[in-house]
């Protein structure tokens, strides 16, 4: 009798062991499952801010581009109350606007591919991923700069026709 107690302990513990190994096999699957969710919502949070980050980039570069239209006319008023419209200077501060607005598109479309999302990145590295959003990152801030750096031009050259219009309107007067 004590034979077949040990065969049956024997094959309780086989039976038991066998069931130990089945279950540590689906928690490893489980918890694999769990890591790629992660690493999924990881990669998807990823690229949810880089594409806001080249759609702000879009945004910026708008406002600056439209900025960019308002102090070329701004420029070319300035330079009709100062008796000097169609002369080179003018031609140049016009240029010199024109160039920063051709920087600021580049800049733009470096975003554009971004900005609608991109499923591709899906497959790579979350450091991928992330070293974009970084470039993105640096490329708005770039945009952004060279947008105040638009307004404060059209703010000063706006304060000098200001100043014209006054004069003018008291020249009227007299």
Same mark, same amino acid.
């Given at each position: ?10 094959i309780a513990a086989v039976v038991s062991?066998? =069931? =130990? #190994? ?9 918890? &694999?499952?769990? %890591?790629?969710?992660? &690493? ?8 949810? %801010? ?10 910026? #570069? =708008? ?11 701004? !420029? &070319? ?11 080179? /200077? ?18 733009? %479309? ?27 990152? %640096? ?5 952004? #700069? ?7 031009? /059209? ?8 100043? !014209? ?10």
């Amino acid at each position: 009798m004590s034979d077949s107690v040990a065969i049956m302990s024997t094959i309780a513990a086989v039976v038991s062991a066998i =069931g =130990g #190994a089945v279950a540590a096999f689906r928690s490893a699957g489980s918890a &694999q499952s769990a %890591q790629d969710a992660a &690493q999924t919502s990881e990669k998807r949070a990823a690229l949810r %801010q880089l594409s806001v980050t080249a759609s702000e980039v879009l945004v910026e #570069a =708008g406002r600056a581009s439209s900025r960019g239209a308002e102090l070329k006319s701004a !420029y &070319q008023i300035l330079f009709t109350f100062a008796n000097r419209s169609g002369g080179s /200077h003018l031609g140049m501060y016009i240029d010199e606007v024109d160039k920063k607005l051709i920087e600021v598109e580049n800049m733009s %479309q470096r975003a554009k591919p971004f900005a609608s999302g991109q499923d591709s990145l899906m497959n790579g590295p979350v450091d991928e991923i992330n070293s974009r959003e970084i470039t993105m990152s %640096q490329v708005l801030t770039m945009v952004r #700069a060279r947008r105040e750096d638009l307004e404060r031009e /059209h703010a000063s050259v706006e304060a000098q026709n200001k100043i !014209y219009r006054e004069q003018a309107i008291q020249s009227v007067r007299r």
